[in-house]
């Protein structure tokens, strides 16, 4: 029984510091971020307690209602073609070729680019007057579009997010195909099994936990990604882009409403749980 | 392997002990690393050093550190430390002038300062979180929409008053309207260090490409008349180089053509003295939008850049643009040509009158700053030696006027510049600012400010298609909103 006790307050000893420092860094901003979700703050004021009114003023907006919803679009259509993208460059470059260490590395330099320096990148790559995008565009067929204009705003965003972020993908996926037995395509062809077949059977269970993570990784990250968007539209024009994070940073820093900009972030958490819910849901069926 | 039960060592118990003190260790020594223990200086011009810290703190001719009475011969005594936090203007000379006289104060000074530099969009939230938390820059230069915001509510008087900076600097020489929208309640909590007002920028070989000379066009119907000539021999040029995007270039557009067709936001502090909803802004937002719809403006200026006017300018694919002459700063230093080809004038009259924007380009301090005398001190010491002040101005090749009126006749007269200069000697009686017509600082009018509320109109016609009336309407109705959230009435 003492050395039970023992043994416990061992484990408390051990596990108390990583505790306190993950209470510190994590559960604690968290934590202060629902509490002054309950009031009326604003930068510089003291809080005053007001109930609920900062939930019902964001669930009332209508921009709140759209970030939302583009926010979740966003993030489906990217991971989606990350996913099939990331998967046929991994498939690929998994075949022996020439010259196929230099383009796997070269493949993989968009991931390793900073997102500011990738929002620089091609906020001058869709600029109407300068940009690259219209320079091609003109000489092929004579046209210019706005890319980061109304109506091609939002699938400008998806592409640069995809192709920063086809690489993490096509990596993984990469080490996760080479896991596979190569006996089993051998044998799969011997009984006759067409490329689909063997691709379906063998290539998909084969990497499915990977996917599974890499998915829910980079739905993470697509969902909370403030910088790239942030850099080339501002959430504009107008609120095209005005994704979760962007409306959160607009109540803080344009609106200076600390408790509104906290009444978000708790609301959207929920709603970030569902989505990678359903996506781990659809992976695993 | 046995099935004894694993002995306990009790050095285990020690290395967790161990950890535990350390982590505790570590924070309180980040913690005392973010707060030093020299608690107050405060400079005085002509008291020798105090016994205190002669044998320590290097010594001046000019300033005197007194430091708080914890720090003894002994100990050794930290130099005060300034943190000073910078905008980066798109004049970059203005901001290297700004470094080296800040760096030259602080030798003169015996002071260690921390200089940083943040963009227009960085460097509000780098002020407010420096609020929040209690430890704000010991000195700001930006962030002009702030001011009221952090000065005005008696129970949140974050910035500290400058009127001792002001009689140092000599008040009376200084440009009244610049003074006037710093003071709240016969307080001055800013100093603005230039004056940055709104120049059309006019590319001199379209208006002769159109048969026109320049000094000819003088009201918004002549520009527009001459826009429109542009845009029938230009088709793929978009001759308004007129930003619409929910940014701080959008609402200069807004404030620029409405002001001068009889356009009103504020006559008092309560949502009731909001003048927004109005027939001036109707028509004025049709104006915007009948432009736009006659390929006048670029559908690309429906993006929320400041930067995409100056380069509409640079591109040469606007006529004109109207914007605080930054823009021609970048074409002198880069695009001389385009500089020679450009005439710098003050925005077009309409049947209102004739209005240009003025942008805050302040210097303030906090209360809560350890360093606010020190921060007052480099202020005077930025602005009083008119002839070092004036070295500024002139390396910002038109950025920026000078906030002395002896300065701007200076200039203006001066027989090399003055033709360049006049503009901004032409602009003083114009220069206006967003609450106007009560034109003082005010907090709602920071907050509709920071929010680019009044861009929203654009975005609400061009985009989602709304009508004039709802889109004028709506953002009328969040102004007022505003103002009662703000005043309680």
């Known amino acids: 029984m003492r050395l039970r006790t023992r043994e416990a307050l061992e484990g408390y000893s051990f596990s108390t510091p990583a505790f306190l420092l993950l209470f510190l860094v994590l559960f604690f901003p968290f934590a202060y971020v629902i509490y002054i979700s309950f009031f009326e703050k604003i930068f510089g004021y003291e809080p005053v307690f007001s109930g609920l009114k900062n939930y019902l003023l964001i669930i009332s907006d209508p921009i709140f209602k759209y970030s939302l919803y583009i926010s979740t679009l966003y993030t489906v259509v990217a991971v989606i073609f990350k996913l099939i993208l990331g998967l046929a460059f991994a498939i690929l470059f998994a075949q022996e070729f020439r010259g196929r260490t230099v383009v796997r590395t070269v493949a993989v330099i968009p991931w390793g680019i900073p997102l500011f320096v990738v929002a620089a990148l091609f906020f001058w790559f869709f600029d109407y007057n300068l940009g690259l995008a219209n320079a091609i565009l003109k000489a092929l067929f004579g046209v210019k579009l706005f890319w980061l204009g109304p109506d091609w705003v939002i699938p400008s965003i998806i592409y640069v997010n995809v192709w920063k972020g086809i690489p993490f993908f096509m990596v993984n996926f990469l080490g996760a195909l080479q896991t596979i037995p190569r006996s089993l395509y051998e044998a799969a062809e011997i009984d006759g099994a067409s490329a689909w077949q063997r691709f379906r059977h063998i290539t998909i269970p084969g990497i499915k936990y990977v996917m599974l993570i890499v998915c829910l990784l980079s739905t993470i990250w697509t969902f909370g990604e403030f910088d790239t968007i942030f850099f080339l539209t501002r959430g504009g024009p107008g609120y095209l882009t005005h994704i979760v994070p962007i409306y959160i940073y607009h109540q803080a820093f344009s609106n200076f409403s600390v408790g509104t900009a906290a009444a978000a972030s708790v609301i959207s958490v929920p709603i970030f749980l569902a989505l990678i819910s359903i996506i781990l849901w659809a992976l695993r069926r | ?489």
């Open chain 2, 1 to 489: 392997m046995s099935g004894e039960p694993k002995k306990v060592d009790r050095r285990n118990f020690l290395y967790a002990g161990l950890g535990a003190v350390a982590l505790v260790a570590i924070g309180v020594a980040a913690y005392n690393a973010m707060n030093p223990s020299v608690v107050t200086q405060t400079v005085t011009t002509s008291v020798p050093t105090t016994s205190v810290v002669t044998t320590t703190v290097p010594t001046t001719t000019a300033t005197t550190v007194t430091t708080a009475t914890t720090i003894t011969t002994t100990t050794g005594v930290q130099k005060p430390k300034l943190t000073v936090l910078f905008m980066s203007t798109y004049a970059p000379a203005i901001n290297d002038w700004l470094t080296a006289r800040t760096l030259v104060w602080a030798s003169k000074r015996g002071v260690d300062v921390e200089i940083s530099t943040a963009s227009y969009m960085e460097i509000k939230p780098k002020i407010l979180t420096g609020v929040e938390t209690g430890n704000p820059p010991d000195l700001v230069f930006g962030g002009g929409d702030l001011v009221a915001l952090l000065a005005e509510d008696p129970k949140a008087r974050h910035i500290e008053p400058v009127d001792d900076v002001y009689k140092e600097l000599g008040e009376d020489d200084m440009v009244e309207k610049l003074v006037k929208w710093y003071t709240i309640d016969g307080k001055k909590y800013a100093v603005d260090l230039a004056l940055h007002a709104n120049q059309v920028h006019l590319i001199k070989s379209f208006v002769t490409e159109v048969g026109r000379k320049p000094e000819e066009l003088d009201t918004w119907d002549d520009y527009i008349e001459f826009a429109k000539e542009v845009k029938r021999r230009h088709p793929d040029k978009y001759p308004l180089g007129f930003t619409l995007g929910k940014c701080y270039d959008g609402t200069e557009t807004w404030y620029l053509t409405w002001w001068p067709h009889g356009g009103e936001m504020c006559t008092g502090r309560s949502s009731t003295a909001v003048k927004f909803d109005s027939p001036e802004s109707r028509e004025n937002l049709q104006r915007i939008i009948n432009w736009y719809n006659d390929g006048l403006i670029n559908p690309q200026m429906l993006q929320a850049d400041e930067m995409l006017n100056n380069n509409a300018y640079l591109t040469r694919s606007a006529a004109f643009i109207i914007e605080g002459p930054t823009p021609y700063y970048a074409a002198v230093t880069r695009n001389p040509e385009l500089a020679g080809d450009t005439i710098l004038k003050v925005p077009p009259k309409g049947p209102k009158g004739r209005f240009t924007w003025g942008s805050q380009w302040p210097l303030y301090t906090f209360s809560a700053s350890k360093n606010k005398e020190l921060a007052k001190d480099l202020m005077i010491f930025l602005m009083k030696d008119k002839a070092e002040y004036k070295k500024m101005i002139l390396s910002g090749l038109l950025a920026v006027g000078p906030i002395y009126k002896s300065l701007i006749e200076e200039l203006a007269n001066d027989k090399n510049v003055g033709h360049l200069y006049s503009v901004y000697k032409d602009s003083i009686p114009i220069v206006t600012f967003y609450s106007y017509p009560l034109s003082e600082p005010t907090k709602a009018m920071d907050t509709v400010q920071a929010n680019y509320l009044v861009a929203d109109l654009f975005s609400m016609t061009l985009i989602d298609k709304k009508d004039v009336d709802t889109a004028v309407k709506t953002v009328g109705d969040q102004i007022k909103e505003i103002f009662r959230r703000t005043y309680g009435q």
